[in-house]
């Protein structure tokens, strides 16, 4: 059986999960990285994806995340988003006024910032072909 750890998902609005988990996927900016037991030190920054929870009892709970951190030591992970829901509470209107403000953001926008916004509607894009059934 793997070891189990302590897990934190945050957001501003509320604190999504506080348990004992044996593993989570988090979508790190650098690319899909899994947190185990053990972990070495590791601090991260996360984009808009699925965060997938594999508790200490076995089940496994999804989260959609628009952004934060990772902090990631040896006994835990806090994961701090910008914004988080489970899944089920995400529907096809929370992501079309996400990706709408980020193009509204696009006109008149630097050259760097552009790139970044394209990037962020991107991955909101993928987001929801990922947790919204078509």
Not at 48 to 59: I, R
Not at 74 to 103: F, Q, W, Y
């Amino acid at each position: 059986m793997a070891e189990s750890f302590n897990f934190e998902l945050v957001s501003p609005e509320r604190l999504l999960v506080s348990e004992k988990v044996t593993e989570v996927v988090i979508p790190a900016t650098e690319g899909e990285m899994t947190v185990m037991a053990n972990h070495a030190p590791t601090m991260t920054t996360v984009k808009p994806g699925v965060v997938a929870v594999k508790t200490a009892a076995g089940k496994t709970e999804r989260y959609a995340v628009f952004g934060g951190f990772a902090d990631i030591l040896p006994s835990g992970c806090t994961l701090l988003a910008e914004s988080a829901v489970h899944v089920d509470e995400l529907d096809s209107t929370v992501l079309e006024n996400r990706i709408e403000a980020a193009r509204a953001e696009l006109e008149g926008a630097g050259d760097e910032k552009k790139t970044r916004l394209e990037q962020f509607i991107a991955e909101l894009t993928k987001l929801g072909e990922i947790v919204i059934p078509a």
